[in-house]
Each structure stands twice: as structure tokens, then as C-alpha cells.
């Protein structure tokens, strides 16, 4: 007789084996980083139509169905993968997304995902302790009798600073919640800052022009000596921070604000500091990068992508507290029921989310971190910056190119002589050959390329050939 489930193991075979495939031509170049067909071609090819209103997708069909998949698949895992923030994932991490998928445990119902909630817990766990906070204990009843750290992973990074600038709200105006925004509320973030902030403070009822920037030094970085002076001016004017944001790092170009002077000025004021560590969280792993974030545990929150630097499939973020209680009153002003409610050996995180139903996040990153252990996970990571800032040395000698700045973290921005237009035109006619796939972003008022290396498996040799094929590109044009 058969059953939905007749087949899965062949089927999840012929899954795997073409994902090998997939990586091995990745890897090997076999096929270009990027190749982008129009989008009705794309639903023709794979056969969308057909399939959905008539079934059937297993097997032979299915093979068909992921071969043309993939073709049509952007391949991170290609040394010329050199766009973007998301990672190449580690394939053990991607089977956690496949068990995670398949017994579909949300993740912060205890009684609806056991492992899942403890993994999740230990993941968070494992990040306050590298930020230099206290780990939440696993008794519910000593959690919350104690001061310690709080952490929820949330879909992605915008997501988690939403989160993090909720419970700085609710922390901050506790009446907000019931009756509104009193008017005089302002935000503090860095003029390179990610556009999630703003579009957190909008929807957090600040209102976008209550998000300012902060000072900047001529590099961007956020410019601490200055922020005396444009708070006394606030406060002049009858305003209040709620919230001051700063970098670790910045997306564009990747740069560290002086955390520990922030954080100083921020004890000073009584003004929460929310610090953004997506991308840049994993120098905590490392010794010749930790110093880069001195200062980040006088933060009152964190928000650290696992998908960005540490190797975990999309999406996988977290939203890191000093103190716990902070987080649990984000959404309401006592959640303290929420905890205790269940008698259960365990407990449940749903009331630091918006999410209800959310993956069981924690499964992809556990499997992804463990596969490589923390040693070699931070190797990978000093071993993409050491790239990035050899790549950046390479372009700061070419005298047909120019650098932005000194990179601290896997970013390099650089770009040739000419217009904004220029350097988006020679972007596309590299698209359009395939083998090199880069990014371009606003930095310092110009359009610049943007280089990111997440690939572990991009070389400087890549680096070099990408860039004489740019310049060459630039030659063909009038
Ligand atoms: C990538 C990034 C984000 C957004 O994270 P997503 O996971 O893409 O939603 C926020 N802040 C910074 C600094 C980032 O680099």
C-alpha cells in the first residue's frame, strides 16, 4: 500500500546525492557563482504548473525538478561567491535544517520541542558567555531569582533588532506599551547603520525622524568625544534617548565603533545601549579580533547573526540580554507568569519573540558549530578577515583602484575611477559573465564594490583574477 512516506529514503537520496553534486561543482567552478535566466523561463522549466496540479513529485521527477532547481541557484559555497553577508552553510548545519523541517518542533514551547528548546537555550547560553555575561541557569525557578543573562534566537537579524529595541522600550518607558509615545522620544544609530534600525524605530511607533544619526569620524565610525555634545543639545530641546545603538560592525563597510567609550557615555546617561553585532559578533571567537568589541558586555543588549559569520543556513539570529528580565517584559509588562504558569521540566522562551510559531533555530547552528568545533570555526573566521585584508592590500598598490578603508572585518569596499554609475554598470557586465559575484553599496556619500568573503574556499588568486577581470570589463567600455 502506499503511503505519503513510501520512498522517502530513495527520495531523500537522490536529494542528498545532487546536493553533493551541487557542492563539488560549487567548489570546483564547474558552474558560474551566478546566472540569472527571467523568471517565466524559470517557472516554465521547472515545470510549476504541472506539478502542482498534478502531484507526483517524487523520484525520477523529483531528480529532474532539483537538477533545474539548482542550475537556477545562486552557489554560495563558489569561490567567486564574494557578494553578500549570508554564509556558504556547513552542510552538517543544512541537515539540521532537514531534521528541524521534517519533525517540525517549534522552537520555544517546551513541551513542543524538548531538544529543541534546550538546544536553543545552550546556543544563546553559549554567546552570552562569549559577550562576558552570566548564562541563564536550566532550573526555571533558579532562573528567575537570579541576575543573569537572557537570549531568544528570532528569523534573522531585522528581527532581532526589533526585538532588542522593544525591550530597551519597554525597559525605558514602561508606559509606552498602554498609553503610546509621550512625543519627545529620540534614537541614537550610527550613520552606517543597518536600515532594519530605522525601520524598527518606525514600527515601533518612534516615528523615522526620531531615529537620528550619531557624530561620525571621517571613517564613519561613530564618533564618541561628540555625543556629550548632542545630548546636552536633546536634552535642551526637551528630548529624550531611549535607545543608542552602535556597530559591531557596520554593513557596508564593516567597521567597529568604540564600544567602551559608548558604553561609558551611555552608564553616564542611563541610556540603554543596543549593540548590533550581525555580521561582526564572531570576533568574539577569535583573540586577534576580540578586541575589536572591548566594551561589548556594558551593552544592555546584542543581536548576533548565526547565518551571517558562523557557517549556520539561514535564518538564524539571536537577541542577547545582560539582564533576562529585560527580554521577558519586552512584549508585556510582567511576564513573570509566563515562566511559572507550567509545572515543566523545562521552560519556555515564546513571550521573547514575535514570532509565535517559530524553527527550532538552534538545531542548524548547533549542528553547523558542532561539525566544526569552536577552534576551527574560529579559524575560519581570522582566516576570511586575514583575506579581506590582504585583498584590501592588493587594491591599495593598484594604482587603477581605489580602496575605502582598511578592513577589520570580511568586507572590502573598493572602487575605479569614474561615477557611481560606472562602478554599478561594471557590477552588472560581471553578473552577467557568471564567475565572480560581488556586491556595491553607498559608503562615504560615493557608490563603492563590495567584497564580502564568506566562501572558505575563495583564494587571493580569486581576488587577483576577479580584479583584472573588472579592469579589463572597464577597458571594453567607452
Ligand atoms: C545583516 C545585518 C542585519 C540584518 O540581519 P538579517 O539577518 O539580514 O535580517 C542587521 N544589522 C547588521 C549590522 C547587519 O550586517
Known sequence: MSTPYAGF?????IVVRELTRFLEQSRSRAYPAIHQKPLGDIVDALKLEDLLSQGGLAGETLEHFLKTYLINTTRLHHPGYLAHQVTAPHPTGALGSLIDGFSNNPGTIY????????????????????IGWTPAPYDSAQSAAQEHGGGVLTHGGSLANLTALLAARSHMVPDFWK???????????????????????????????????????????????RLPEIHDQLSAEGKKVVTLVANACGTAAGLYDPLEEIARFCRDKGIWLHVDAAHGGGALLCEELRPLTRGIHLADSVIWD????????????????????????????????????????????????????????GLR???????????????YILDRVR????AARLIAEDAALELAVMPE????????????ELQLTLRKRLLER??????????????????????????LEDVRNMLETIKALRAELP
Open 9 to 13: 529514503t530513495e527520495d531523500a537520496n
Open 111 to 130: 513541551e513542543m520541542g524538548p531538544a529543541a528548546t534546550a538546544i536553543e537555550i545552550f546556543m544563546t547560553n553559549w554567546m552570552l558567555k562569549r
Open 179 to 225: 498609553k503610546g509615545n509621550p512625543g519627545n522620544l529620540v534614537l541614537l544609530v550610527p550613520e552606517q547603520s543597518h536600515y532594519s534600525l530605522k525601520r524598527s524605530a518606525a514600527i515601533l511607533g518612534y516615528g523615522e525622524d526620531n531615529c537620528l544619526a550619531l557624530p561620525a569620524d571621517k571613517e564613519g565610525r561613530v564618533d564618541a568625544e
Open 306 to 361: 548565526a547565518h551571517k559569520m558562523l557557517r549556520t543556513p539561514a535564518v538564524c539570529a539571536a537577541v542577547l540580554v545582560r539582564d533576562h528580565r529585560t527580554l521577558d517584559r519586552a512584549f508585556m509588562q510582567d511576564a513573570s507568569y509566563l515562566i511559572h504558569e507550567k509545572d515543566q521540566p523545562g521552560y519556555d522562551l515564546l513571550h521573547r519573540h514575535v514570532e509565535c510559531t517559530k524553527a527550532a533555530l
Open 365 to 379: 547552528f548547533f549542528m553547523a558549530f558542532a561539525a566544526m568545533g569552536e577552534k576551527a570555526m574560529a579559524d
Open 387 to 390: 583575506l579581506a585584508q590582504d
Open 409 to 420: 572585518t570580511n568586507i572590502v569596499c573598493f572602487r575605479l575611477p569614474g561615477d557611481d
Open 434 to 459: 557568471g564567475d565572480y559575484y560581488i556586491s556595491s553599496t553607498m559608503y562615504k556619500g560615493k557608490r563603492w564594490l563590495r567584497l564580502v568573503f564568506m566562501t572558505p574556499e575563495t583564494t
